[in-house]
């Protein structure tokens, strides 16, 4: 039987923990999959991981890339107009030079493209260099805020976790949700960061976190749900999953009266051009 549809205010976000590859057709029925599953749990919004569209663990170049009107963010836009669920997922687009763009599209409810988000912080750490491959965002692109039902949706991916500025930036620009899709590489002690610094990004921000990592060879998975006060409301583990939770903007705004640090900060947060 399906569930209810939220009660306002609520808004209601479906997590979904999948598991993809270089085989994009098959990236495309699992995009189908969790997209009806989200319709069914009468979902406003939602969230997929970093390189949702395409993924390989030994790293992702312009070969797995497509332009905005390719397959997979063209189908993703149907799906979001059939079925009235905003879409933000993790997609890697050609760039200049034959490399490509880490990009994270958000997509309403009628299918239209909100905006884009380019990757800043490429994952040049741990023995990594995404930079390789890549091409950096721009540090000074507008920030990629979604508004929803009273409460505004900012975009960040990944590597970009480690880094508070990027996350302030969003609340600057006024979002109340840091939406993290992400391919956490797995190793020693990096699912414990991954959930520390979600944890850590909410309590200082004093705004919810949706982080939702890929599944699979290579990656840490554990998508998670952090509230205003830094409690972790929902956390998956290392398989795939499609979770459904309700995000309260009442609570928020409680936490933020209760810890006024936004308010009290003495700093801003200025791009390094």
Not at 22 to 43: E, G, K, P, Q, Y
Not at 52 to 57: L, R
Not at 246 to 267: H, I, K
Request: net charge negative; with cysteine.
């Amino acid at each position: 039987m399906s569930p209810n549809p939220p009660q306002r205010p609520a808004v209601r976000v479906t997590l979904a923990q999948v598991v993809t590859s270089t085989d994009t057709a098959a990236n495309l029925m699992v995009l189908d999959d969790v997209i009806a599953s989200a319709a069914r749990a009468h979902a406003d919004l939602l969230v997929l991981p970093e390189y949702a569209a395409a993924f390989d663990p030994a790293g992702v170049g312009a070969d797995l890339a497509e332009p905005l009107d390719g397959p997979y963010v063209t189908r993703l836009r149907e799906r979001a107009a059939q079925t009235g669920v905003a879409v933000i997922a993790g997609t890697t687009v050609p760039a200049p030079g034959g490399r490509a763009f880490n990009t994270v599209v958000a997509v309403d409810g009628t299918g239209a493209l909100v905006g884009t988000y380019r990757k800043v912080h490429l994952y040049d750490a741990f023995g990594f260099r995404e930079s390789d491959r890549l091409e950096p965002g721009p540090v000074d692109a507008p920030p990629l805020v979604l508004e929803l039902h009273g409460l505004r949706f900012g975009v960040m991916t990944c590597y970009d976790l480690r880094f508070p500025e990027s996350a302030r930036r969003l609340v600057d620009a006024g979002a109340t949700v840091l939406v993290v899709p992400a391919a956490w590489a797995d190793g020693e002690l990096k699912a414990l960061h991954w959930r520390t610094l979600a944890m850590a990004r909410a309590i200082e921000n004093t705004c919810a976190v949706v982080a939702v990592g890929q599944a699979g060879r290579g990656v840490v998975g554990r998508s998670l749900v952090v509230g205003p006060d830094g409690v972790v409301g929902l956390e998956m583990d290392e398989q795939p999953a499609v979770r459904t939770v309700d995000l309260d903007p009442v609570r928020l705004g409680t936490v933020r009266e209760t810890n006024p640090s936004l308010s009290n900060r003495r700093y801003t947060v200025v791009p390094r051009l």
